[in-house]
């Protein structure tokens, strides 16, 4: 028994830790099928009624749609730009450079709830009014530091000689970064593009400081957690989980191909 | 891209100074490489030859001076408008594109039509074909090196530049891609300009070896002129070994000059005398030395008295060192036909050479 238990202890404790992990997201699918009543909690019997109505609790739609438009229009932003610090930093040497590089990391490490509360005095006292614009150039600021660090990386591995090689093939400044740079560093960005993303439409505290009246999908959830969190949320939650699950799938059989190619 | 102006001629590099801001690589440095002759610029590493050629391919802009090619003037032409490719050490193939688009890179940015055939062609050249759809990352490093001659190759510069373009591969490798190199060198009639440090790397391959040191050219020449009339220590010791004995001049004696070298004299052509003064460098290769014992019949120069100190078996000779009555150590390599007397560490010999093997450098020299 005692040897039976040392040999397979590490995959016991394995397992416990998968479970541990996907517990939440295995009881957020099973009750997006759950015949609920005004609270989701209780299991109560199968339907598939909140998956053929997604949109049928006033208002969550509408949230999911501003989350996206957040989302989408934050992510795009903010990776041209941090994409742009991203190869200043990796690439020239100037003056204020190590601060630069100091100062991208603050915004990760300050609480969100600081960031939050003094972003809403900043707007209020600039007289900008709290809606979906504000929530916009809040995120766009928070995702730029986690561009920068991920394009930075893959900026850094890049051999210059390419860069070289490609000039001296008769590429100009332009050709060479559209034909050997942008390719080489672009698996970068987009890792960074879609950081961003999941950081945005996840994103609750800054958010609801920052959103006046409009909601965003967490706020939704929040805001109906006190009445009843309705099986639309779960079936919404796991059609972003299998999305994004998807989208990792996808990339490793990319990879893969190419790799044996 | 518009196609670079058809420029030819002799590449020609007048007074080019390169400083950093703590050091200057390249010290007033003029050079011509005749049109479609194979160059080698060798040196030790930081003399100054990579970023010779680094200006030369345009990725360096000279602090003073100028390069041109022909009459073309490109000392500060950007390296895509010059006619100008580059086989680079580290190779640098795009690990993105497949070995067909690495190849056709330069054709694409020229907008030349038929990048197909010219493609195919120098593939070929090269017995790579069939692995034009394959990535970088998949060929092995002799492979990867040709890839990267196609490459410059194909686009039929008035010049092309290797930068150490042998030395990841292992020495097998090496000796095979000397011969391609040469032949490929041959075929397509491009000049090549070649930098390596390895001396028999650039004697095998190059017409015209300039010796690099310290950002100066130290002597320029055929490998068989660098080799057995070196002009200062320096190559003297770069280019092989050499033994340098202290002397001074005598007398000339018709086409003869006798000198005294540690209280023996010797004779050697006037020729061979690259000294300015009466004081000497006499220099004579480890394998000019004939080694044999005391009281043996000898001819052309003698030295005696020496006494073997030390003996390695290398193969197709065997080193000797023998010390000498003024304490100095001599090497003496002799080839293993059986020409040499056994000898044992220890034992007394008398050393002697052909006078026309001597060459005599300035005695200050170093």
């Not at chain 1, 070289?164 to 960005?189: M, S």
């Amino acid at each position: 028994m005692t040897r039976w238990l040392s040999k397979n202890l590490i995959r016991i404790y394995a397992g416990l830790a998968i479970v541990y992990i996907l517990l939440p997201i295995f009881y957020t699918i099973a009750f997006s099928f759950n015949d609920a009543d005004k609270r989701n909690i209780v299991w109560r019997g199968f339907t598939t009624d909140a998956w053929l109505n997604p949109c049928e609790p006033i208002g969550i739609c509408e949230a999911l749609g501003n989350s996206f438009k957040v989302g989408l229009t934050a992510t795009f932003f903010a990776t041209i730009l941090g994409t742009m610090i991203a190869f200043a930093l990796g690439r020239y040497n100037f003056k204020g450079r190590s601060t630069t590089n100091l100062l991208i990391f603050l915004p990760m490490a300050t609480p969100e709830v600081v960031l939050g509360a003094s972003l809403l005095s900043m707007f209020i006292n600039m007289g900008v009014g709290a809606g979906l614009m504000t929530v916009i150039i809040a995120h766009i600021m928070f995702c730029i530091s986690f561009v920068v660090v991920t394009v930075k990386a893959r900026v850094a591995s890049l051999d210059p000689k390419l860069e070289e090689a490609a000039r001296d093939l008769y590429a100009n400044e332009w050709e060479t970064f559209r034909r050997v740079t942008l390719p080489l560093v672009a698996p970068g960005i987009a890792a960074a593009a879609l950081l961003s993303f999941s950081l945005s439409f996840d994103d609750f505290i800054i958010t609801n400081f920052n959103s006046g009246s409009v909601n965003t999908f967490p706020e939704y959830v929040w805001t109906a957690s006190l009445r009843g969190v309705p099986p639309q949320a779960n079936v919404i939650g796991t059609v972003m989980f299998i999305v994004a699950l998807a989208a990792v799938f996808a990339g490793q059989v990319v990879g893969k191909r190419k790799g044996k190619k | 891209m518009s196609e670079p102006k058809k420029v030819q001629g002799d590449l020609v590099l007048s007074h080019i100074t390169k400083s950093f801001a703590d050091f200057t690589a390249v010290d007033d440095l003029s050079l011509t490489i005749p049109k479609g002759s194979f160059f080698a610029l060798l040196g030790p590493s930081g003399c100054g030859k990579t970023t010779t050629l680094r200006m030369i391919a345009g990725l360096e802009e000279p602090t003073s001076g100028k390069i041109s090619i022909g009459d073309t003037d490109i000392t500060y032409t950007k390296p895509y408008d010059r006619p100008v490719n580059t086989v680079f050490q580290s190779y640098a193939l795009f690990p993105h594109l497949t070995i067909f688009e690495n190849v056709a890179f330069g054709l694409r940015r020229r907008g030349i039509k038929d990048v197909d055939a010219a493609v195919e062609k120098v593939l070929g050249l090269v017995e790579l074909a069939h692995l034009k759809n394959r990535k970088p990352g998949q060929l092995s490093g002799g492979q990867q090196q040709r890839i990267a001659l196609a490459r410059a190759v194909v686009n039929r510069p008035a010049l092309l530049l290797l930068d150490e373009p042998l030395g990841a591969l292992d020495l097998k490798l090496r000796r095979q891609m000397q011969i391609e190199l040469k032949w490929i060198q041959t075929e397509v009639g491009i000049t090549f300009v070649h930098v390596t440090h390895d001396q028999e790397e650039a004697m095998t391959m190059a017409d015209t070896v300039a010796v690099m040191n310290n950002g100066k050219i130290e002597q320029l020449g055929s490998p068989a002129d660098l080799y057995e009339s070196p002009k200062t220590v320096f190559v003297a010791n770069f280019l092989g070994q050499s033994n340098f004995i202290d002397g001074v001049v005598e007398s000339t004696d018709g086409s003869n000059v006798v000198a005294n070298i540690q209280g023996t004299r010797i004779t050697f052509p006037k020729s061979r005398n690259n000294a300015s003064g009466s004081a000497l460098k006499v220099g004579i290769r480890p394998e000019k030395f004939r080694l044999h014992d005391p009281g043996d019949n000898t001819h052309g120069n003698v030295l005696a008295g020496g006494k073997i100190t030390d003996i390695s078996f290398t193969g197709v000779s065997t080193q000797y060192l023998v010390e000498m009555p003024w304490k100095q150590e001599l090497v003496v390599f002799e080839q293993n036909d059986g020409g040499a007397p056994d000898l044992v560490k220890g034992d007394p010999v008398t050393l002697s050479w052909e006078p026309q093997f001597t060459f005599a450098l300035d005695g200050a020299s170093k």
